[in-house]
């Protein structure tokens, strides 16, 4: 008797050839990611950037998500009433399931809009995340756009001191 070929063999085909790419290919990508803890983080009246303990973002402890592609957009110079600011934009495709075998949830793309990734040292703020690659129901690749989070930015948030360049501040 034959495989059948139904949309959920064809799903699970598509995670074992990402699964395979990046267990066989040396070129594979994997970046920390910073998932939102909304249980533990605390407004403060100014939630830009937190200064203490107890009001400040929380993120859980990063696993390495394994990512597809990864495009890279220089960043123009911005004029802001601080003078001229730059910073990069990367587009990254993952796939859903990834994701999922990293503890994050992804079945709402809303849900990642707080979170974080490094990438090359730098910390992106996910601005958008969106459903690339679908099959019946089911998601199969996620495209997530970041903005370069600038060290002064940095600065008074414990979880990402490891990646403010001090020869820049």
Not at 21 to 28: A, K, S, V
Not at 69 to 85: A, R, S
């Amino acid at each position: 008797m034959g495989r059948v070929w139904n949309t959920r063999t064809r799903i699970h085909d598509i995670n074992r050839a990402f699964k395979r790419y990046h267990e066989y290919d040396t070129e594979g990508v994997v970046i920390p990611w910073y998932h939102f803890d909304s249980v533990s983080s605390q407004r403060d009246d100014i939630y830009d950037e937190g200064n203490s303990t107890q009001s400040r973002r929380w993120y859980l402890p990063p696993p390495l998500v394994p990512i597809l592609f990864i495009d890279k957009m220089e960043g123009g110079q911005e004029v802001n009433d601080t003078g001229l600011y730059s910073v990069d934009k990367y587009h990254l495709s993952v796939g859903k399931q990834a994701l999922l075998n990293c503890g994050i949830n992804a079945d709402r793309v809303q849900q990642l809009l707080n979170d974080r990734f490094v990438f090359e040292g730098h910390v992106f703020a996910i601005d958008d995340a969106q459903q690339m690659g679908r099959l019946g129901y089911y998601e199969t690749i996620l495209g997530i756009r970041g903005t370069q989070i600038k060290n002064d930015e940095l600065i008074n948030d414990p979880d990402f001191q490891q990646y403010i360049d001090t020869d820049v501040i």
